[in-house]
């Protein structure tokens, strides 16, 4: 074994025991091309997991919030003697923890975007809108709707359940999404290995013949070939990680940042374990594409 490592050493197949670098695989277009590669794969990859865990995350506070709250519509026609009667009933009601009248500059704010600001809410027949806090399982609908019939007829019940459904729905297609789009992103990464791979030893073809002419393993040919590639990901996966955490650190305060502090760690380390994640994930899919071409290219040069 020490007879065909120092010959190895003089071929440049691998470093010499003073830790001189080796020359194989080339520092050519192919190794350049595979840590730009790794570079933009993980800047992409961190970007795509980061975007669906906000918008997955995001969907399901909003499906939560929903939960916890309803809205009592009544009539237009509706008196402050009847409202004040109806919230007392509310207020008593079991599974309600709360129940607070919208004013009209509460409702004029949820109706800006389609009416514009400045409209002239008071000409419009808008219904009188209860916000109700829910505790535990919530009220006895059915029970609910009856007695406040009694009060003021035409008023109804909304739990919000149409619009809670398709916020799960929308939650979990994010996720699917991002997570098609990470293993696309991480294919496509596999790929550029693999071909790297395969253009090193086609550019070193005659260096492995005489290596095997002089006892030389397969295993050993793969592991000089495999070192150079993977610290080549490795360098391309860390500075495209980085890369992707600082745009994501440098996300101006709301949309995307405020939506990411719930589901990542808080403050940097959240970012920084999120591109560590990405940078080693990439490390092992690049190790394991170069291995497995390394290994078929060889046979195939048998």
């Known amino acids: 074994m020490a007879a065909l490592r120092a010959m190895a050493v003089r071929l440049g197949l691998v470093a010499d025991v003073d830790g001189g670098p080796p020359i194989v695989p080339p520092s050519g277009w192919s190794?350049?091309?595979?840590?730009?590669?790794?570079?933009?794969?993980?800047?992409?990859?961190?970007?795509?997991?980061?975007?669906?865990?906000?918008?997955g995350g995001l969907a399901e506070d909003w499906q939560a919030d929903l939960a916890e709250a309803a809205t009592l519509r009544l009539p237009a026609s509706t008196d402050a003697a009847t409202l004040e009667r109806v919230i007392d009933q509310l207020s008593a009601t079991p599974g309600i923890a709360s129940a607070r009248a919208l004013d009209p500059g509460e409702q004029a704010a949820l109706l800006e975007p389609w009416l514009g600001r400045g409209a002239r809410l008071a000409d419009l027949p808008l219904p009188v809108l209860v916000d109700l806090r829910i505790e535990g399982s919530g009220p006895d609908v059915p029970a609910l709707e009856a007695?406040?019939?009694?009060?003021?007829?035409?008023?109804?019940?909304?739990?919000?359940?149409g619009v809670r459904a398709p916020l799960?729905?929308?939650?979990?297609?994010?996720?699917?999404i991002a997570l098609a789009g990470t293993v696309l992103v991480v294919l496509a990464a596999a790929g550029m290995v693999a071909l790297a791979?395969?253009?090193?030893?086609?550019a070193n073809a005659e260096l492995v013949r005489i290596v095997r002419l002089i006892g030389?393993?397969?295993?050993?040919?793969?592991?000089?070939?495999?070192?150079?590639?993977?610290?080549?990901?490795?360098?391309?996966?860390?500075?495209?990680?980085?890369?992707?955490?600082?745009?994501?650190?440098?996300?101006?305060?709301?949309?995307l940042s405020t939506a990411l502090a719930p589901v990542l760690l808080p403050g940097p380390g959240g970012l920084a374990a999120l591109a560590a994640v990405v940078a080693l994930g990439f490390v092992a899919v690049g190790w394991g594409a170069a291995r497995a071409t390394l290994r078929v290219t060889l046979r195939e040069m048998q």
């Open 31 to 55: 190794a350049w091309l595979t840590t730009l590669t790794a570079c933009a794969m993980a800047f992409l990859a961190l970007l795509t997991i980061a975007a669906g865990l906000a918008a």
């Open 197 to 202: 791979a395969r253009a090193s030893l086609a």
């Open 147 to 161: 007695n406040l019939g009694l009060v003021t007829p035409g008023a109804v019940y909304d739990d919000h359940a």
């Open 168 to 176: 799960g729905r929308a939650a979990e297609e994010v996720r699917r």
């Open 216 to 255: 030389g393993e397969d295993a050993f040919i793969t592991r000089a070939f495999v070192g150079r590639i993977v610290r080549r990901t490795a360098l391309g996966a860390i500075a495209g990680a980085a890369l992707g955490a600082g745009a994501l650190a440098a996300l101006p305060v709301g949309g």
